[in-house]
């Protein structure tokens, strides 16, 4: 019954929208102003606009624009609301032995107290480091994919460094050209002129950083020499682990064996289990570790 309610409820909205393709299709609404009919896919045009109409009201809400006439103040505390309550839920769960209604009221009433009564100036303190951290990533993120271009590459030292002084021309040549049309919104162009001089710094540092990463290659190489030995070595200690229990078992069957040499055989193989065993711990944990593939030594310059 649970099954056959899902699936209607999930298959209301593709039939809704199906309806309205077909309906637009057949009985396309008149040219605006005219007495001209519309063309056959003059309905399902406007029926696609008005869809991206839609999404785009939702995009607008979502990232700039508040709904329903609400202030900006309480629309960024509704946000805080459900990022606070989020993050209570986990912790209320444990409180409260796995209820998962009890910890959603814990969740939602510590929430609706912290952010009910919570000052505007305060709300506004705390959207900042938001806005500092979408700002730092932004800008981070063109110069952390320019990096990873110019390290992953098997580039001379001397063209990394002509690429980085490269970087550093084309957002001082930005900060320069937007200048006088970003002043007016509080020196935003200044986020063009500290990432020319981050650039500048990591054009200097090009050589330091350039070892650093060789060397953890060089590391990753010999992490995997190290299981690749260790791997040899367990498969040889098996070898003998196997051998042993089969001379034990041959001993006890010809009845040569007494019960001394029982005990000292069942000791040495409990021994060797041992060290297999640990070398399966070693070689998991080895393994485990995030490994590259080396690349030839780059020539300086």
């Known amino acids: 019954m649970k099954r056959g309610l899902k699936l209607l409820i999930s298959s209301i909205v593709p039939i809704i929208l199906l309806a309205s393709l077909v309906a637009a299709i057949e009985y396309p609404a008149p040219v605006l102003g005219t007495e001209r009919p519309a063309g056959a896919f003059d309905g399902l045009s406007m029926l696609l606009t008005d869809l991206l109409k839609g999404i785009g009201s939702v995009f607008e809400t979502a ?7 609400l202030d900006a103040t309480i629309f960024a505390k509704m946000i805080l609301f459900i990022l606070v309550a989020v993050m209570l839920y986990l912790p209320a769960m444990k409180l409260t032995k796995e209820s998962k209604p009890l910890a959603t009221l814990i969740a939602i009433s510590v929430s609706l107290l912290g952010v009910r009564f919570i000052d505007a100036n305060i709300v ?3 959207l900042l480091p938001y ?25 001379p030292a001397g063209v990394r460094k002509f690429g980085w002084w490269f970087f550093v ?3 001082l040549a930005l900060y320069t050209w ?21 650039a500048v710094v990591l054009a200097i540092s090009d050589r330091k950083i350039d070892e650093i990463i060789q060397g953890l290659k060089l ?16 498969a040889k200690i098996e ?11 041959r001993e006890i069957a ?12 069942d000791n040495r193989i409990a021994n060797v289990l041992i060290a297999i065993n640990g070398l399966s711990k070693s070689i998991t944990k080895l393994s485990s570790k995030p490994k590259k593939t080396p690349k030839k030594t780059r020539n300086k310059i």
């Open 63 to 69: 990232v700039g624009k508040t709904p329903f006439g």
């Open 124 to 126: 506004n303190a705390i």
């Open 131 to 155: 806005s500092a951290l979408t700002l730092a990533l932004t800008t981070l993120l063109p110069m952390l994919l320019y990096g990873i271009f110019i390290y992953n590459e098997d580039l």
């Open 169 to 171: 021309a084309c957002f």
């Open 178 to 198: 937007r200048y006088q049309s970003l002043t007016i919104s509080a020196g935003a162009s200044m986020i063009y002129l500290i990432s020319g001089v981050m």
């Open 219 to 234: 590391k990753n190489v010999e992490l995997s020499g190290r299981v690749t030995i260790l791997t040899d070595e367990k």
């Open 239 to 249: 070898s003998d682990y196997k051998a042993l229990i089969e001379q034990r078992d």
């Open 254 to 265: 010809s009845g040569t064996a007494g019960p001394a040499r029982i005990q000292d055989m």
